[in-house]
């Protein structure tokens, strides 16, 4: 049986030329888990070209092999990240991000993480899934406990992707611009 896991490496400041340096380096793992990834790309800042982040969704046997992925990343292993979210994931969808019918460019795409505790929210897929290229509840390790929502999604402007969420079942709501990650 496999697993689902949603994995957001976040960069350490001032890490950016060590990021390039790496990024064949990156790559070549990442190509190891072709088969399994769901989503993957990088995450910028407001001004769209400063690398924030790395968003993998991965498909694995177990919680080890998830953490493995994490932290033997290249990226990791040489300090470009100062720190990492992985959580169980359960694709809604249904499809990988390659499969999403918008393609991989035309208008903002977004990382939407909103992170919570209590009763599970947002477990229904919005009606509006045209712009939907992933959608989640992150999960405990034994999937027994809801602890927020990921989604990788296009629209207009941050607000507009922030909504997509139901803001008072999460302690915060984090938007960061995104783009199909990979080889080109």
Sequence with gaps: MRMEFFCYHRDRPGSVALRDELLEEHWSYMDRFAAQ???RGPTFA???????GSVHIVDLPDPAAARAFAFDEPNHQAGVYRDVLLRRWRNLLGRTMWDFPGGRTGGDRYLVLG?????????DVPSDRDGLVA???LLSDDAATWLGTAVLLRAPDPDTARAVLTPEHYAGIEVHEWEFGGRR
Excluded at 46 to 52: I, K, L, N, R, V
Aim: proline content about 14%.
């Design 135 to 137: 959608y989640g509840p």
């Design 46 to 52: 407001d001004d769209g070209e400063t690398p924030t």
């Design 37 to 39: 990834l769901i989503a």
């Design 115 to 123: 992170l919570g505790s209590g009763p599970a929210a947002d477990l």
